[in-house]
C-alpha cells in the first residue's frame, strides 16, 4: 500500500474510534440530563458507523489485492 493511501486509512480509522467515543459521551450525558441535543448525538453515531464501514472495505479490498498479487508473484520466480 503506498504511503498515501496507509495515512489515509489510518486518519480514517482515528477518525471513526473519535466520533464513536465522542457519540457515546454524549448519548451518556443526555441520559444523564446535562443537556445535550440527541440529534447530534445521532448525528456523530451515524458519521462513526459510516467512517468504520469505509475504514473496513477499504481495508478488505487491500487485503484481497494482496491475497491476489500472491499468486502471480510466485508464477514469476
Same mark, same amino acid.
Given at each position: !500500500?503506498? @504511503?498515501f493511501a496507509h495515512c489515509c486509512l489510518y486518519a480514517g480509522g482515528v477518525t471513526a474510534w *473519535?466520533? !464513536?467515543v465522542l &457519540?457515546? $459521551?454524549w448519548a451518556v450525558n443526555g441520559i444523564w440530563g446535562v443537556g445535550v441535543d @440527541? *440529534?447530534?448525538a445521532a448525528v456523530a453515531v451515524a458519521w462513526s458507523v459510516s467512517f468504520a464501514a469505509l475504514l473496513s472495505a477499504s $481495508?478488505? &479490498?487491500e487485503s484481497l489485492q494482496h491475497l491476489e498479487a500472491r499468486p502471480s508473484e510466485r508464477s514469476g520466480e
Open positions: !500500500m503506498d @504511503p *473519535g466520533a !464513536m &457519540s457515546v $459521551l @440527541p *440529534g447530534w $481495508l478488505r &479490498s
